[in-house]
């Protein structure tokens, strides 16, 4: 790790000074993460949760939950959104996510039917989002049709924007957008595969 | 222009070599307070740099200036007499000499040290040592050579007496 190749015998003399262990830098991580969070510079913490549907991503600012991703999305990608859209005041931050990770397993466990924790939309805009307001009325079991939903966002005719809406979703699985299928029943499509949509309503359904 | 990374990946990246120069600069007793000071006032500072600088020879300058108030507060604080802290504790920190050579490097002046640790543990070339040290490129260069040369002398003064001390 000692840089300077071209004094090999300097690096082989400073060689005992390399080893640092992954404890302390997780001690450091954490104790950063925490002080970062109190002084309000931590502007995204995250974290990861494995799930039935795959491993989600978790990501909040101080407002509220702003980001869910499956695994499929590429969560680094994911992080590397939020740094350039949001912030890049990001770290990684299991105990701020505690709440949210707690929420998941007991609606995994099929104990939970509503989640209970501050949102933050801010990645989303105008009909889209109130196409995501309106989304945790559809109650745990139910779904509505596309159609029905951009009816109660207001615009009847805008169907189509409502499954953009759906697709471009920043919080799948605790903004429910799995409970919006087709007119005819059939699923659509979902961020997460239809397997994961299939496998979400079946969990509501029990 | 490449969009700046989260900082998650800069301190996975970084956070080794800084807490490398911490603790060459201050001692293993001050350096997790060195590096945590110097992480903090990189994050806040990070939306602001720009996505072309040099994150490494950045997160060393904030070091050095953390490192100089840790060093002035330390000097205005009383010295306890009671307790006897006369070599930094070792925990957490692996052996194979680790502690050893710590204590050489503590035994530099300030100036060798510094340049010790920010162009050898560090990478910076002695043009941007001298940045922060003041004086020219030479001068650092000549700190930092005349601080390897005082660490091998201490080196192998104290495994003489190393060797004498563990003889039973």
Not at chain 1, 44 to 49: H, L, P, Q, S
Not at chain 2, 3 to 29: M, N, S
Request: proline content about 7%; overall charge negative.
């Amino acid at each position: 790790m000692t840089i300077h190749h071209d004094e090999p015998d300097v690096s082989e003399l400073l060689a005992p000074l390399d080893s640092v262990e992954p404890a302390v830098m997780q001690r450091l991580h954490d104790r950063l993460a925490a002080a970062a969070a109190e002084q309000h510079t931590l502007d995204i913490a995250y974290r990861t949760v494995d799930s039935p549907i795959g491993k989600l991503l978790l990501a909040t600012t101080e407002r509220g939950m702003v980001r869910v991703a499956f695994e499929v999305e590429d969560h680094d990608a994911v992080l590397q959104l939020l740094a350039e859209k949001l912030s890049p005041r990001i770290l990684f931050s299991a105990s701020r996510l505690d709440p949210a990770a707690r929420e998941l397993d007991e609606y995994f466990a099929g104990t939970r039917h509503q989640f209970d924790l501050p949102l933050d939309f801010s990645l989303s805009r105008g009909f889209r989002l109130s196409v995501l307001e309106h989304l945790p009325q559809i109650a745990y079991g139910h779904t509505e049709s596309y159609a029905q939903v951009a009816l109660a966002a207001g615009s009847p005719r805008a169907v189509r924007a409502v499954g953009t809406a759906c697709a471009t979703n920043p919080l799948p699985v605790i903004v429910p957008c799995h409970r919006v299928v087709k007119s005819d029943g059939s699923f659509g499509n979902y961020l997460g595969g239809t397997e994961a949509k299939r496998a979400l309503l079946a969990l509501e359904a029990a | 222009m490449e969009p700046k990374k989260p900082f998650e990946l800069v301190v996975r990246e970084h956070g080794p070599t800084v807490l490398r120069v911490c603790r060459a600069v201050l001692g293993a007793h001050d350096a997790e307070d060195g590096w945590s000071e110097t992480f903090l006032s990189a994050l806040k500072a990070y939306p602001e740099l720009p996505a072309d600088a040099n994150l490494q020879a950045w997160l060393v300058t904030i070091a050095h200036r953390k490192s100089i108030d840790i060093v002035r507060a330390r000097n205005r604080q009383p010295v306890p007499v009671d307790e006897l802290p006369v070599r930094p504790s070792g925990l957490g920190i692996p052996g194979d000499g680790h502690q050893d050579m710590l204590d050489a490097v503590g035994q530099l002046p300030p100036k060798q040290r510094q340049a010790v640790a920010y162009h050898y543990l560090a990478g910076l070339p002695y043009k941007d040592v001298a940045g922060l040290l003041g004086g020219t490129p030479d001068a650092a260069r000549r700190a930092g050579a005349d601080g390897v040369k005082a660490l091998r002398t201490i080196l192998v003064d104290s495994s003489v007496s190393y060797v004498k001390e563990e003889t039973p």
